[in-house]
């Protein structure tokens, strides 16, 4: 027997009736994306490695653990992405974006790779819609960041949101903290797993990021970062939470929140549906004032987060929101006997001009067609065989009536129109 192929583990097809609703969200994404001002960019699923260590950071399990890396034939280190934002920042260095405006801002949705273990929610290959902001410090530009994603959330009809919230200070109080936290877990290296001895040396900071339960038990007896903020970062963060206050996203401040990624300055967030659950979280992100710098580019701070697509499509099934999808098939065409398929192909493609025709290929008896067409949900069959194509006409059946028209064929577009409407086909 032959074998047969399965999709490899934590990796899942899209199949027509989800695509079809992935569709609809993404659209409502670039369509949100595109009134706050942001324009679209696409990446390579690809690059080099370098970019996701330098710029994902060398200490994250990420790039420790999770990345999908290989050398091509030339020897050269590559990645999957893991994520998108070293990659915009890697091509908003290339092609000297910072020369074209002060700000640039984009949004971006593709597929991203990431080795982790497969469970509710993770995948290894899992889809992100996200933006960037590259150019400004303000505070103005994070809260325009946590609201968009919420409108964005709430748009397609989530509820039961929340925004936890959190700085992780600048460059000075992130040092100190660092510093604090090192001491703190130096007493605890006991108590802690074996990945967190290697975080420890490589970055005392990933161990707050544990999701292991002894480790999240050491470490909610850590210090808080908001202990030795600066105070620039404290109003930062305090005109951050005014500002989303403002626009109504439902926001809490966690101090246990630090983001399993190296780049993140001052504010950090994450969106999660409260029955998802506050490790699943929806989306997330914060502000990268280093990275572009870290990436080889001028200093220039910025800021961004990305949703994955896979949790979102979970809480709106917990939400029993059904996305209404409109796939159907307006008009069935069915030639009768050999002849009638070149008449046929040539009406289909007039049709198509403004309908959503479906084009019968094989020779098959008029009722398995007509099945078929019922089947399809059709309104219209047109029905053409050597007798109609003589006489200059097609009968089309009215599939919800039962009834038959003889219709001109010179006619027929227009007057299947006028009953349908025409479909915007946009
Ligand atoms: P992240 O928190 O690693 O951030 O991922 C963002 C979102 O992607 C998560 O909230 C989750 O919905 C989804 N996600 C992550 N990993 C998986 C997985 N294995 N399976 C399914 N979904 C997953 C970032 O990626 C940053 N680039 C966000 C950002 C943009 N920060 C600044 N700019």
């Known amino acids: 027997m032959t074998r047969r192929f399965k999709a490899m583990r934590g990796t899942h097809d899209i199949l027509p009736e989800e695509a079809s609703r992935w569709r609809l969200i993404e659209e409502e994404f670039a369509t949100i994306c595109i009134r706050y001002g942001y324009q679209e960019i696409r990446t390579p699923i690809f690059e080099s490695t370098e970019v996701f260590e330098r710029g994902t950071g060398f200490s994250t399990d990420v790039v420790q653990k999770e990345m999908y890396t290989f050398e091509d034939k030339k020897g050269r280190r590559l990645s999957l992405r893991p994520e998108a934002t070293p990659s915009v920042i890697r091509a908003y260095l290339e ?120 480790c999240k038990a050491v470490v909610a007896k850590a210090p808080e970062i908001g202990e030795v903020l600066c105070q620039p970062c404290r109003d930062h963060l305090e005109e951050v939470k005014r500002l989303i206050k403002l626009g109504g996203v439902e926001s809490y401040l966690d101090a246990r929140l630090v983001r399993g990624l190296d780049y993140y300055t001052r504010t950090v967030f994450e ?66 006997g050999g002849q009638a398929f070149e008449k046929a192909f040539e009406l289909a493609r007039d049709l198509r001009l403004n309908l959503r025709v479906w084009l019968e290929f094989d020779e098959r008896k008029i009722d398995r067609q007509l099945r078929t067409a019922s089947r399809l949900g059709v309104r219209f069959t047109v029905i053409i065989g050597s007798d109609e194509i003589s006489r200059g006409i097609v009968k089309v059946k009215d599939m919800t009536t039962g009834e038959q028209y003889e219709v001109e064929q010179s006619g027929v577009a227009g007057w299947l129109k006028k009953r349908l409407g025409g479909t915007d086909l946009e």
């Not at 970055?203 to 999701?211: E, F, G, Q, S, Y």
């Not at 929806?282 to 990268?288: E, H, I, K, M, S």
């Not at 701070?301 to 159907?328: K, Y």
Request: hydrophobic residues 40%; glycine residues 10%; aromatic residues 8%.
């Open 271 to 336: 969106v999660f549906h409260e029955a998802s659950g506050i490790d699943n979280s929806l989306g997330g992100g914060g502000r990268y004032d280093r990275l572009v710098e870290d990436l080889g580019g001028p200093s220039m701070p910025a800021v961004g987060f990305s949703a994955g697509m896979e949790r979102i499509g979970q809480a709106l099934e917990i939400d029993g929101v059904n996305l209404e999808t409109n796939q159907s098939v307006d008009v069935f065409i069915a030639p009768m």
């Open 95 to 214: 092609h000297n974006l910072d020369k074209r405006a002060k700000v640039l801002k984009v949004f971006y949705m593709g597929p991203m790779f990431r080795y982790d273990r497969p469970g509710a929610g993770r995948y290894r290959q899992f889809h992100q819609l996200g933006i960037e902001v590259i150019g400004t410090a303000s505070p103005v530009a994070d809260a325009e960041a946590i609201v968009l994603l919420w409108d964005f959330l709430r748009a397609i009809g989530l509820k039961r949101l929340k925004v936890r919230l959190n700085s992780l200070g600048c460059e000075k109080c992130r040092v100190e903290y660092s510093g604090i936290v090192k001491s703190f877990l130096e007493g605890n290296l006991k108590h802690l797993c074996q990945d967190c001895h290697e975080r420890f040396a490589r970055n005392p900071l990933r161990v707050l990021d544990c999701k292991q339960k002894k």
